[in-house]
């Protein structure tokens, strides 16, 4: 079964044919981190004008790289939240075009559900019980997947993403937009053990929190400039003990839910899950457990449009036409 996935809900312009939802056939994607980098953040209008400007090339590529027809694919299978309204709206208002032209269903997917199934591109399959982890630039949740669709959410963040974290910490630092790659990348060179920035406690329990350890990462700055520190001196060391304590957070909250759900199986996925501290620390704590992992390729845990197609493949039993009266859905939590 050969599904178009189509992805615009945030700065990312994604056109992908998946295979049967494992197989990637061909997946383009336009990134706009150019154009907001000067801005520090996602600037929604000038995503939505850029969408715009690049789908209908987006898509066209995705099938000459696949080597195929559009009367060929099954269905085509575009985002509807949650994520940025204008920017959903460009995608959706394509796809419908699209689907109308080739007489092809239209699927609408929740954006959280793609990143799940992007564990499923490049061949792996989700054994279940699982604990689904999704951090990212707007959500930070902890999932239970019981098999056969059934997703409830057992943790969300109470204030700030985990991506959110990153970034905002990217700019205290000094460092360019996207944050997380750019904190990631500067880590690597400090020490971890510096800082002690504080992580949130779990108590048991799976929500995420991440402003105290903003807030502390703001003080510690102030306080080295006070003291007439040079910031710049130790900024490798600051990045990386900020990161181990986001990712000390996320790992904690991670282990809770696989303790509670005698999980088989961890998949993690989002911007975030691209971080080489995070992956190495939930390989280890899944090892420990003897629990299986998956986390897809660091290009395929940030948005693309075949996350797309592979989570419309598990609906694929219910392709239901969504209908040309579809709209966005901004907020629509998963589970
Ligand atoms: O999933 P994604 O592409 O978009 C959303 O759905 O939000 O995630 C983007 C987020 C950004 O906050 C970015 O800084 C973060 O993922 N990110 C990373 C890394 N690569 C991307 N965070 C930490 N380390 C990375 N290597
Ligand atoms: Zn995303």
Redesign the pocket.
């Known amino acids: 079964m050969l599904i178009l996935g189509i992805e615009t809900?945030?700065d990312?312009t994604g056109g992908a044919v998946v295979a049967d939802g494992r197989r990637v056939i061909s997946d383009v994607l336009f990134s706009q981190t150019d154009i907001h980098s000067r801005f520090g953040g996602v600037v929604p209008e000038l995503a939505c004008r850029r969408h715009v400007d690049v789908i209908d090339h987006v898509v066209d590529e995705a099938f000459s790289k696949a080597g195929l027809d559009p009367e060929a694919i099954d269905a085509v299978a575009v985002t509807q939240g949650p994520?940025l309204v204008g920017a959903l709206w460009i995608g959706i208002a394509f796809s419908k075009a699209f689907a109308y032209r080739y007489r092809k269903p239209l699927m609408a997917i929740n954006?959280l559900e793609g990143?799940l199934a992007a564990c499923e591109l490049d061949g792996a399959t989700i054994q279940y019980p699982a604990v689904g982890l999704v951090?990212?630039?707007?959500?930070s949740s902890l999932y239970e997947l019981a098999g056969g669709g059934k997703i409830r959410e057992v943790g969300r963040t109470i204030d700030d993403?985990?991506?959110?974290a990153?970034?905002k910490g990217?700019k205290m630092l000094g460092l360019g937009f996207?944050?997380?790659?750019e904190?990631?990348r500067l880590a690597a060179t400090g020490d971890p053990r510096r800082f002690d920035f504080p992580r949130a406690r779990t108590d048991n329990r799976m929500d995420f929190s991440f402003s105290g350890l903003k807030t502390s990462l703001r003080y510690t700055l102030d306080r080295l400039r006070r003291q007439g520190d040079a910031v710049d001196g130790c900024r490798a060391d600051l990045a990386a003990s900020y990161?181990a304590a986001i990712v000390d957070s996320v790992v904690a909250r991670c282990v809770v839910a696989l303790e509670k759900n005698g999980a088989k199986m961890l998949v993690a996925s989002?911007?975030?899950a691209?971080?080489?501290c995070?992956r190495r620390a939930l390989a280890a704590v899944c090892a420990e457990r003897e629990i299986a992992l998956v986390i897809p390729s660091?290009v395929r845990?940030?948005?693309n449009g075949a996350m797309i197609a592979a989570a419309a493949y598990w609906h694929r039993d219910d392709i239901r036409e969504s209908g040309f009266r579809l709209a966005p859905r901004p907020h629509w939590p998963l589970g």
């Open positions: 809900s945030c990312e994520g954006h990143h951090v990212s630039g707007g959500h993403a985990a991506g959110e990153f970034d990217a996207p944050g997380g790659p904190v990631d990161q989002g911007g975030v691209a971080n080489s995070l660091p845990c940030t948005d």
